[in-house]
Each structure stands twice: as structure tokens, then as C-alpha cells.
């Protein structure tokens, strides 16, 4: 639930100054609520026995992307290229 804080912070304090901090703290911020909702959907699914073989490796992958994506994303931004996170839904446009 705290993740989604610190790109929302950034995207509120620097909205007016900079617009690519606001595009890419809009972009961080709808990636971590889509790992969010990930997460809430693997933790449903590995509630039940039979769909724990579905929830529990997406959870899983959902964690392994938690951790790389905003590496490679912090890495391609500080380089200058206008990163967007792939296969996720933007809340906040």
C-alpha cells in the first residue's frame, strides 16, 4: 500500500516545475498500483487449493517485477530516453 506514495509525492511537489518528473512519477506511481492489483489478484487466487497453482506463480512473477521494472526504468530515464512501463493499465493519464 505504501508504494505508490513516493512517485505520487514526487508527481504532486514537482507538477508545476518539470513535466518530465510528472510524466514519469505519473507512470511510476500507475506501475506500482498495477503490481498492487496483481498482487490482490494472486493472493485471491491462492486462497483456493485448485487456482494456488495460478496464484502462487504470479505472485511470484508479479514480485520479480516489482524489483527489476523500476530498476531498468531509473537506469533508461537517467540516460535520457523517455521510459514507459510495458503491459500495464494507466490509472493516471
Known amino acids: 500500500v505504501i508504494a505508490p506514495v ?10 508545476r516545475d518539470d513535466p518530465l518528473v510528472e510524466r514519469h512519477a505519473k507512470e511510476a506511481c500507475n506501475f506500482q498500483l498495477n503490481v498492487l492489483v496483481w498482487l490482490a489478484l494472486a493472493l485471491a487466487l491462492s486462497m483456493t487449493c485448485i487456482l494456488a497453482v495460478i496464484g502462487v506463480p504470479l505472485a511470484l512473477a508479479a514480485l520479480a517485477i516489482w524489483f527489476v521494472l523500476p530498476i531498468v526504468a531509473a537506469v533508461q530515464v537517467s540516460g535520457g530516453a523517455d521510459y514507459r512501463y ?8
Not at 513516493?6 to 507538477?15: E, G, I, V
Not at 510495458?86 to 493519464?93: E, G
Open 6 to 15: 513516493a512517485p505520487l509525492a514526487l508527481w504532486y511537489l514537482f507538477r
Open 86 to 93: 510495458p503491459l500495464i493499465y494507466r490509472f493516471l493519464d
